[in-house]
C-alpha cells in the first residue's frame, strides 16, 4: 500500500518505521523521567521492531534489535535492584 504526501510516496512501512522510531523515542523519555517503565516501553518496541525487521526482510535489524532488547532488559533489572535496596534501606 502505497498512498502520496506532499508529492512523496509513503508505504507501509515508513509508516511503521515512523511509529516505531516515536514508540522508542517515548520510552526515552519516560527513563529520562525516572522510571523503570521506560525500559519495558523500550523492550516492547524492540520486539516490534523484530517483527518489522523480519517482514520487511531487513535482517540487520534482527542483530540490532537483539542488543538493544538486551541492553534495556539489564538496565531495567539494575534499576529495579537498587529501587529494592532503597525502599528496603528506607527508615
Known sequence: M?????????TEAFIWSVGLGIAGISGQYIIGKKSHKGYLVGM????LWF???????QYGFILLCSLYFGIYFKSWREWRADERKSEHNAP
Open 51 to 57: 517483527i518489522f525487521a523480519v517482514q520487511t526482510k
Open 2 to 10: 502505497t498512498f502520496w504526501i506532499w508529492g512523496l510516496p509513503v
Open 44 to 47: 516492547g518496541t524492540q520486539i
